[in-house]
């Protein structure tokens, strides 16, 4: 199953992907294959959840998406953007520590 994304493990098993794995193609090239995907399902929640996607994301290309944002979000998004990554992160040891009284019941 090496090669394979998580789409095609859920709606194409057993290797049965119509998906072409070449890493670099052509936007028309590309095209073909999301046609003859969205042609070869009836899944309406898959469906679905592609045109949410394809709207956001199509809509957003030219379009600043914080601008609907107050001051106090637009603070917190920036906060959030320059937060240390790891400041929550502990070490195993100190994770098993924290675990330990949790395994001996």
Known sequence: ????????????PANKSIFNKTPFMGSSELKKELL?????TDNEELLSLLKEDFV????TKNN???????????????MLATEDEFKDTVSLDEFKKATEKWRSK
Do not use: R, V
């Open 56 to 59: 956001f994301y199509g809509n």
């Open 36 to 40: 003859a995907l969205i042609e070869s």
């Open 1 to 12: 199953m090496s090669g394979d994304c998580l789409f095609n493990l859920i709606y194409f």
């Open 64 to 78: 600043d998406i914080t601008e609907h944002l107050n001051s106090k979000q637009l603070k917190e998004l920036e």
